[in-house]
Structures are given as structure tokens and as C-alpha cells.
């Protein structure tokens, strides 16, 4: 085990803001070991609820789209207006490559000289459902740390959009002007998650195309019915060479918070996420007791080998080991 | 609920590769109500394992990379070479889209008029998890009937590439060259879960661009560590359009068939998906019986309404039902 700190180191040197020791924290949120698993969970449940409005943003988009050239711009103008924000990213590809391919902060080497910006790379390994539960918590630690924005990225593969949107309140999607087949190209289940389109890019030559894209994209959105939160994605555009774009990036956001706060949509949104938060916490941790209880454990091994020599089908040998858990329920 | 079959009916025609029958046993699997799930279960149940050898094929792809095109032509070629083939889709969008982009069976018109080939549009709705599940389920169904290359269709977003990878015996990428930046577009976690990698649309003028796109993309795939299987990734291409390239496909699976026989990889791959089925069907229902317990039920409601008012972090919440679980667990 590397160097830990003890719970109230943890807990004050977060309060306190201070890097290193949230760096360390979230070193101790990402580890699987049973003792770090404890402090974890004592350093949580010692954290205040924060009071200050906070927002938390994913963003995601295909690789080549320029997702981390728009965090570096986006993140600098937030904190010249004063906003404290920290970077987390979320990316099940690192559990197939053994190390991410965008966990490197060079990738965003002036942000991260901002000291109003915390940059943090993704942990490589483990399944994404885990990964997802870490990053939570993650949340949470830097915001009581004091930073008032949050970005998600997601690396944009895989299943690991679904699970950035569960935990936010703005999805962002980037999009390149002209990149392949335009509308063709648009991964429509990701679009509808998406709560803006930005087409990155907006510069040099790429000024017409980009404004073409904009207008198709934003036909295209308009064949989407309204999301219950009342609002309609829009279509930006920006550029993080030049800087342009990201006042209106932020000055949307704004308003969607101020608008989805009015209908309640962002107060009932962040609560579901909440519950979806334990119920995934729960569903993990069960099959866990399982496989430890003396009973269950031997029925579901016993079962697994009668999968593996093909004497049960999966399915049957699921419901067999549920109707034993039922008992149990029951007889309580 | 619509008109169901008895047990009896639906067992003797699956066996009899009643097609009409097969539809309507997949609606059956499809079907959330508990009626119908008690049917399910025992028609699965009586199905006998299949003893010829059957191949499942994962094929995933951008939109627009041309995946209806190619299951069509590689579908066609397949019956041709007296396959009977069924073509099932995992499509976890069309939870939020209400209704599949996949599922139209009009995408494959030639193939859907051939007797010999089975087509089941994308059930609509239901989570991913469950999807899954029930994907597995019909795959089973449609080997009992006769079917004996199993082509299973993803959307190529969100999280459906997982699952299917988890449910097919071989993986296939489907790559459109040159759209957009080559390289810089690979969807790294997904190249990483391909067995091989097809580039369509290999025809007229794009012939050039395909040749140059099959020589990049070896060359990056070498840059990968091999896998378990023992199995390094080719990279062919096709043309649905001037059906080419269909008979490499078709050789390159049986060779790795052959080959990962040998070296069990085959059959070790089969036995961990049974595995993952298992422990995923258990996973699903415990939830499920947690809440319809009277104890823990009452619980899991308590805690879901102290995280709602932020009473309680998830996490803790969590940790709070996993020991309760624990105690009833360990009194036994």
C-alpha cells in the first residue's frame, strides 16, 4: 500500500483546498483495497454537504474531434471568471489498453499550470461499473475541496457516455464540422443524451463548414421530441485555437440551469441521480455478500460449474439460485 | 397481452424451425410481463443443447459504415454456402428513441425475402441489462431452430459493443475508409475487442483509399499486444455492393475458429460468456427481490428517501443496506 494519510488529515486538508491532499484522496477513493475501501467511507461520510452552486458538465465526443484542446480553452476562461474547476475523466477503454490514453495532463499543459484548475487522470483498470461508483465519489471530493466546476470527460467509446450522464448536470457533445458522412455519422442514441451540440473547429478554413453543420445539426434536433427537462438543444460553435465561443458556451449553460431550476427539472434530475448512485452501489455489493455467504456461495459455485459443463442453461440456473435467495427473505 | 402459444407449441415448433413460431417465441423472451417470463423460462428449459457446431458473429460499426448492406451480402453468400443464418440486433438507443433505427427489416430486403435467413427487428425499450439478457435468450432459441451462423448487429454506440462482444464467438469492426481522420477516428476500446477488422465499401472509386486504409490500420493493430487467444486481427475488405470479399470474410472465421479450437480458446470463451450470463441474471433478480422482501424492502425505501433529501451520500446509504444484508446473510 502507498503512504496514506489518516481520516482527519483527509478530511481537513480537503476543506482546506489543498491539492496534494486531494490528489492523495482521490488516490484512496480509486483503490480496491478493503482497508482504503474503510477510510473511504469515513472521509465521505465526514464531508459536509456543500452549500455553494455548483455544476457539474460532461463532455464527450470521437476521439480526433479536439476534446481536450476545448477543456484547456473552456477551463481557462472559466477561471478567468473566477470559477475554481476540476477535470475528471472516465474512460472503461483503459480497463482493454492497461493505461489511458487520456490520462495525460500534458494534454492540457497550460491548464494544468492554472492554479484554479485541477486536472485529474483517469485511473487505468477495472470495470466500468466500478470506475463509475469511484467517479462519484471523485465528484464529491473536489467539490468540497472547493471547486465549483466540474468537468466529466468521457473518451467517447463504448458504454462509458450512459454512465457520464448519470452523473451530471449538462451533457455536452463536440462535434467536427465535415468529419465523414455529416449527418450519416451522428450517433443518434448519443445526440439525444446530449443537452448541446458544439462543433469544434470553428476557424481558419473550417468557418464555412462549420456553420453549414451547425444549421443541419440543428434541422436535425428539431426532429427529436422535447426532453422533459422542457429544453431544446441548441448548436455552437467554438474554437480553442482561437478562443471564440466559449462565453456562449457558458452563458447557455447558465441558462439552462436557471431555466431547468425554475421547472424543478435540475432538483428532481440531480435526486434520481442520487438514488440511481446507491441502487448501482447496492446491485455491486450484493453479489459480493453473495459469493461470501457460506450458503449462497457454495449454491452459486456449485451452479457456475454446472454452466461451465453445459448441464443448465445460464437463465435456469439464475432462477434456481434466486429462488434459494428468496427462501432466505422469506424466512426472516 | 397477445395471443401466446402453449409451452408444448412453441417448444415443437422451435424444433421444427417453424419460423412463425420462432417469431413468436422471441416475443415471448422479449416480454416483461411475469406471465410471460414464467412461459420463457419453461420453453428454455426444454429446449435440448444443440450439438452442431453454430458460429456467432458480432458486427459493429459507425453508422453509416454500411452494416445493413454487408449483413445483407454476407448474409446472402452465407446461404449460398448452405448456412442458415439468423441476424438479431443489440440497439440500447432505441430506449431513448422509442422505436429501433435497426429494426426495420426493409434495410435488408433481399435478405429477409431468403428462406433460408432468419431477421428479428430490434425489440424497442427496456435497458440495456435486460436487452442483453434477452439477446442471449433469443440466440439460444434461434440455434434450437436450426440456425447455425448467428449474426448479432450492434448500433456502434453507447455500451452495446460490450454486451455483444460478451455474447459472440467472433467480433468483426467494420471501418469505412478514409472517412474523416483515419487514424485519429479509431475507436480505440473497440478496435481493441475486434477480431478482425473489414473495410467496406470497397469498390469503384474508393478502391485506392481502401487499399491505403487496410495497410494503416495492420500497421496499428500490430502495435497491440495479442490476445489470449493466440489470434492476431486481420484486416480485409469488402464490397456489399459488388459482393466482394464475402468468401475471405467467411475463410478468415473459420480459420479462427479452427485455430482457437485447437488451443481451447473456443471453448473457454464459451464457457466464461455462460458464466457472465449467470452471474448477470442473478444480479438483475436480486435487486428485484430486495425490494419485494419485507425487511429489506422496507429499508431500501427508507435510505432511497434520506439520499432524495441529502440526508445520506449514496455511498453510505450503500453501505448501510450491504450491512443489513450482511446480518440476514450470516444469521442463517
Redesign the interface.
Known amino acids: 500500500m502507498k503512504q496514506r494519510l489518516k481520516v482527519n488529515d483527509y478530511v481537513e486538508g480537503i476543506r482546506q483546498g489543498n491539492r496534494v491532499v486531494l490528489a492523495k484522496a482521490l488516490t484512496l477513493i480509486e483503490s480496491d483495497l478493503a482497508a482504503d475501501r474503510v477510510t473511504a467511507?469515513k472521509v465521505?461520510?465526514r464531508?459536509k454537504?456543500v452549500v455553494k452552486d455548483i455544476i457539474r458538465i460532461g463532455i464527450t465526443g470521437?476521439?480526433?474531434v479536439g476534446k481536450s484542446s476545448f477543456i484547456e480553452s473552456f477551463g481557462n476562461f472559466l477561471t478567468q471568471r473566477n470559477k475554481k474547476i476540476a477535470v475528471l475523466t472516465v474512460d472503461?477503454?483503459s480497463?482493454?489498453?492497461k493505461g489511458s490514453?487520456l490520462g495525460d495532463k500534458t494534454r492540457m499543459e497550460q491548464l494544468s499550470k492554472n492554479s484554479q484548475a485541477f486536472i485529474r487522470p483517469s485511473p487505468s483498470g477495472g470495470a466500468?461499473g466500478g470506475t463509475t461508483?469511484r467517479t462519484?465519489?471523485s465528484i464529491?471530493l473536489c467539490e468540497a475541496a472547493g471547486y465549483d466546476v466540474i468537468l466529466v470527460e468521457t473518451?467517447?467509446?463504448?458504454?462509458s457516455?450512459?454512465a457520464v450522464k448519470g452523473m451530471v448536470d449538462f451533457f455536452l457533445l463536440l462535434i467536427?464540422a465535415g468529419?465523414?458522412?455529416a449527418l450519416?455519422?451522428?450517433?443518434?442514441?448519443?445526440m439525444?443524451?446530449a443537452d448541446a451540440l458544439v462543433i469544434t473547429k470553428d476557424d481558419g478554413d473550417n468557418k464555412k463548414k462549420s456553420r453549414d453543420a451547425q444549421a443541419e445539426y440543428q434541422h436535425a434536433l428539431q426532429l427529436f421530441r422535447t426532453d422533459e427537462s422542457g429544453w431544446k438543444p441548441p448548436v455552437l460553435t467554438c474554437s480553442a485555437l482561437e478562443h471564440t465561443g466559449m462565453e456562449e458556451i457558458w452563458e447557455m449553460i447558465l441558462t439552462y440551469k436557471e431555466k431547468t431550476s425554475k421547472n424543478k427539472f435540475w432538483q428532481v434530475n440531480r435526486?434520481k441521480q442520487?438514488?440511481n448512485?446507491?441502487?448501482d452501489?447496492?446491485?455491486q455489493?450484493?453479489?459480493a455478500?453473495?459469493y461470501?455467504?457460506?450458503?449462497?456461495g457454495k449454491l452459486?459455485k456449485k451452479?457456475?460449474k454446472e454452466?461451465?459443463s453445459?448441464k443448465q442453461?445460464?437463465?435456469?440456473?439464475?432462477?434456481k439460485?434466486?429462488a434459494s435467495?428468496?427462501k432466505?427473505?422469506?424466512s426472516?
Open positions: 467511507g465521505l461520510s464531508l454537504p470521437a476521439p480526433g472503461p477503454t480497463q482493454l489498453s490514453i466500468l461508483l462519484r465519489e464529491l473518451v467517447g467509446v463504448g458504454q457516455e450512459v467536427l468529419a465523414g458522412d450519416q455519422g451522428i450517433k443518434r442514441g448519443i439525444e443524451m435526486k442520487a438514488v448512485w446507491f441502487h452501489y447496492i446491485s455489493g450484493l453479489m455478500e453473495i461470501r455467504s457460506p450458503r449462497l452459486i451452479l457456475e454452466v461451465i453445459k442453461l445460464p437463465a435456469l440456473a439464475g432462477e439460485l434466486l435467495f428468496k432466505m427473505l422469506s426472516k
